[in-house]
């Protein structure tokens, strides 16, 4: 290895050791489901985005299996040149129409989806207004285009307003005002009626990701922007199909002509090769299984209603979440961590989270209930949760 490498390496993982956070990723030894297997222990799985049991749902594997078959193992180039097949069209017709939306485009994740969509649109002389817990992905695609940007508070649409109101007296370019449409750490929600109205005020551009909202709120799981009754009056739906859906990929829902546009100018669409078929045909089922399963959709609420109720019962400090992503407030990184070991010891994983992701005395553990949890898993988890509670003094 190359000396300078090898010194700037050793620094890196030094410092990360030092600060106790150099640690690899447990190892799932089975499919992803409400009980697995990981790093050799049968576990309650409780931080999944795996929110309906799709991985495994018989119609998303049949649909797969089929799909290598008839179309083979993969597109065999980049989806401009020759690898547009008849399922990408399909999957995007099934998402517009699901969305309630003109068109779709399907990208190979939600990260390239936000990034390509966010990077793509801005340009010098605009600006993007966007949430301060915003996910990852929006704040990289900001960074690749050199629109300005401006941060809001998380959820305080009067700070959103202020800022909108200076820059629309600033800026003749477009403005963007982005928000996840359901946190991923405090499992709280963006208010879309009031972004909506606040961009029709100052002619701005409305842009939600909803990855971890789709399969979860609104009709069938539609997401927010149908949770809040917007239907066909908002730009910019975002999504993924690695949580709920169970499988893999991201999308963006709109209007034809802004389809049309990344269609011809989004690199991560030109420029990287898209899902293989197995990937798309599993996609198609998972929302054929929302759109005709709603009992998935409403033991998801069910569980979140029991397992929630029974975090408060104990005496935990769960937050301002109103979905199924419940965090339970520990305190220090250090207690937070320990706390999702004992947890793990006893047969459950939540995992920690801590700063960068949340404040230092806002560590947690994070959980997210699934349709597929039985009412005993639930119990079960409690009863662990109520053990490593009381041990560590956090109830
Ligand atoms: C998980 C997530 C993404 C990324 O989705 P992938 O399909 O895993 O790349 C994007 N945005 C939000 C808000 C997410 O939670």
Redesign the pocket.
Known sequence: MNARLKAYLDTEIGSLKSRGIYRMPRVLESPAGPRVRMDGRDIIQLSS?NYLGLTTHPRVLAAARRAIDEFGAGPGAVRTIAGTMSLHLELERRLARFKSTESALVF???????VGVVSTLMQEGDLIVSDEL?????IDGCRLCKADRAIYRHLDYENLREILRTARRKTTGKILVVA?????MDGDVSDLRTIRTLCREFDAIPMV????ATGVLGTDGRGTVDHFGLKDDWDIQ?G????AFGV???YVCGPRPLIDFYIHKARPFLFSSSHPPAVMAACIAAVEVMESEPELLARLWENTRTFKEGLKRLGFDTGASITPITPVIIGSGAKAARFSDELFESGVFAQGIFFPMVAEEKSRVRTIVMATHTHQDLEEALGVFEVVGRKLGVI
Do not use: E, L
């Open positions: 985005n190979q994740s939600g990260y390239t989806a936000n915003n996910h990852a992905s929006i996840d449409g359901v946190f991923s990701d909803d990855a971890h975002i993924t199909m690695s949580k893999m990929g991201g």
